[in-house]
Nanobody, 117 residues
Framework: VQLQASGGGLVQAGGSLRLSCEASGPILNTYYMSWFRQAPGKEREFVTTIRWGSGATYVVDSVKGRFTISRDNAKNTVYLQMNSLKPEDTAVYYC???????????WGKGTQVTVSS
C-alpha cells in the first residue's frame, strides 16, 4: 500500500488546514491509520489515529479539541482537520497505516505545515 499525503501549507495562527492521505488500495478493517508529525530538531511524534473498520479515534492531548481525524472508506482516504492552529503545530505531517495505532507498516512521504505567528 502506498500512501500519499497532501494539503499542507502556510497558514496564520488561528487558521485551519485539512490534510488528506489517500491509500493506493484497500485498508484492512483491523488496521489503523494514523497521523504523526515531526518538527524541526525534534523526534517524530504520534498525533492521532482512526481504526479503519470501526472508525474509533484517539487524539493526543496537545491537539485535542483542535484536530479531528476522519476517513472515507470508499475513497481509501483519511483526513486530518486542523483548526485553531498554533506556531508549535509547525511540522512535517506524515500519514501511516498499520496493525496498531503507533505500529505502522506503511508511511506516506509527509506534507509540510507551517503556522506563522
Amino acid at each position: 500500500v502506498q500512501l500519499q499525503a497532501s494539503g499542507g501549507g502556510l497558514v496564520q495562527a488561528g487558521g485551519s488546514l485539512r490534510l488528506s492521505c489517500e491509500a493506493s488500495g484497500p485498508i484492512l478493517n483491523t488496521y489503523y491509520m494514523s497521523w504523526f508529525r515531526q518538527a524541526p530538531g525534534k523526534e517524530r511524534e504520534f498525533v492521532t489515529t482512526i481504526r479503519w473498520g470501526s472508525g474509533a479515534t484517539y487524539v493526543v492531548d496537545s491537539v485535542k479539541g483542535r484536530f479531528t481525524i476522519s476517513r472515507d472508506n470508499a475513497k481509501n482516504t483519511v483526513y486530518l482537520q486542523m483548526n485553531s492552529l498554533k506556531p508549535e503545530d509547525t511540522a512535517v505531517y506524515y500519514c501511516a497505516a498499520g496493525p496498531s495505532p503507533r505500529g505502522m507498516n506503511y508511511w506516506g512521504k509527509g506534507t509540510q505545515v507551517t503556522v506563522s505567528s
